[in-house]
């Protein structure tokens, strides 16, 4: 490897400088608002961390944190095996392809308000086909707007239905970069189609695997218009999330410090959760670079 | 001043990257002469202060002045977040601000004029008329900051064709013929549509406070005393909780928002509600309804226990005051005041509620084309005088509301008794109120 020089440093600043510009600046302010006590009216007033002091000891923002952890794993590894499922399955033979592409990606096209109102609507209790259908089964309805967990599970499958697409158009992708010379030698030696799959194409596309789980986790903790539009986190804000708890605080109690805090607490997760992403992709660059 | 102009400016940055909300508007007015004033409000104040059916009240105003009028119309709760963003700013672009009494409270207060002063210096016509609890609804510290438009005050409505359906002549006298009702009135018709009984809108508190009322009991007084754990307001919250474990609410009632009341009376899926008296075009509306006609308002009656004898006896209403303020940043403050006494006007007021307001002066409702197209007007101009605010403005208002809707719902999802549940209301709500 090469000696960085000052020329080197020089050439790579303006991406630097940007970075710091659109990245830290904000998440520096961002900080230090989450150490004022701030709203309308009022002149700002440094309270240390007393804002976090308060979120922790905020039974509302524990619930949300644990609300968000569990729908973002659900969300995040739902359409990981969707993704992949569907990826394998265009990779493969199937008729119309491009018909079958365009149609599974349909849902990424559509904003977030227009699916959730579309979904709201099908669980209508009164008028709504999927109500409507499983009302017809005998299997009773989801009552998303009085059981807590059922209000959960939609808002996990309405951003699996919305976010597939990405994963699997990452993976799809991949997919298409494994070598069929590969494919073939495994099948010359009697590999049947899930040794393949384990063995060859898997293996393979186990970066792209981790780059859409990365970038998914990182924009999942951010769900707020699946539940904001379908609950507004109730009953009894039991459906509250940290991006809702965050809005509530921001834009209905007008507590910005509060609101801050919260978002830095939400930087700080999603940095947790990405690092152990992070560190095998900066390894993995090292090795290659070696 | 600039301290704290600055920090905002700083806070909207902050806060628009996290949330990625919302455009910034250009300037609405060039250098020198204005060609425009802005009004930022929620869109019914447009439609009642313009609307065909009564006639525009801003016609004769902008052809004396050659001015046009801008309305940026929001949400309820978008069109504070937003004016007091722009109100906070050094140099503003708001003319005239459209504000709900239970938004504000003093802390705000330093952000608009004292209209006060303004109406000593050139004063409204018959100022007097319009009541003084809406004018204190918007004064803080003595500081009059706003003055009263509109005022949405409930009423009590229910549908005739069901309560024939179900065998019922005449409208219930007391709160408790209305629990007994709800309950005869949850059914499946002749064609299997379900009926609730009741509908009640939880996004806040505003329904919920009239069934407080109408027992005896209150929610924060207006000298700031949490009294939501006294009897009268716990037997609403098991009303309540009851209701919802019967069936006489909508399973999905607790993400009601008026909307969706509105549409459930609209569509015939729920038999009785609590809304604003206005609500009675909405609901007839052969466009909209299934049920033009057939849906009637009046009085709600207090329980027979609190109404200290008198049967049928209208429990306080609800009501909230809107009222147009003039940011302390606005450039045209003269201009902004001429439209704002133009609006107030006893012709405006009267135009307004033709066009379907609730009219702030008295006068207003012995206007006979106002008494003709508001039905409703006799059981409006009978409550008001005893009607009150959800609850009295201070700095955590929305918390508080918030808090008391979580504890209902905690009670109403069988998480806790209902006693329990406001006992916890009162616990949590009084370190957030102002200190006297």
Redesign the interface.
Known sequence: MHRLRPVHYLMIAPAQLMLAAVIILPAASLLWLSLERFTYGRSPEFVGLANYAYILADRAFWRATLNTFLVVNVVVYGELLLGLGMALLVAGWIPCRRLVVSALLAPYAITEVSAVVMWRYMLEPDIGMINYALSALGLGQIDYGGDPTAALGVAAVMAIWMHAPFTFLILYAALLTVPNELVEAARVDGAGAWQVFRHVKFRLIVPAILIALLFRYITAMRLFAEIWLLTEGGPARMTEVLAVYLYRHAFKYHDFGVAAATGFAMLVLSLAIAMPYLVQMYRRMLRDAA | MQ??SL??R??G???L???GASAVRAPAIAQGRPTKLTIMSHAVHRAVATGAKGGDSTAAWRQRTGLDVEWITFSV?GVH?RV??E??LADGNVDIAFLLERYGGP?????FEDLGEWQKRDPIEHFDEIGEGMKAAHTYRGRMIAIPYRHATHGFFFNRTFMGERGIAVPPRSLEEIAELAERLTYARGDG??VNGYALS??DPSAMVDLVRAFGGEFITPDYRVVCNEPGAVRAATLVRDW?RKGVL??????FKTEEVITAMQQG?AAMTNQPFGRFVNYNDPRQSKFPGAIDVVTLPMAAAASGGVAGRPAPAKTSVWAMAIPRNARNKELSWALIKELSSRESTIRAAVNGNGPVRASAYDNSEVRQLAPWSDFEKEVLPTARLVLPGF??A??AM?IY???L??A??G?AEPQQAMDAVKARIEPLLPRT
Not at chain 2, 107 to 111: F, L
Not at chain 2, 250 to 255: F, I, L
């Open positions: 301290r704290n920090a905002r700083r806070l940055a902050a806060a990257g996290a949330i709760e977040e007091y963003r109100a906070s802390h705000i207060a330093t952000m549509t379900r939880m996004d919802y909508a399973r999905n009632v607790m993400s899926r700095e955590n929305a918390k918030d809707m979580e504890e719902q905690r109403m999802l998480q």
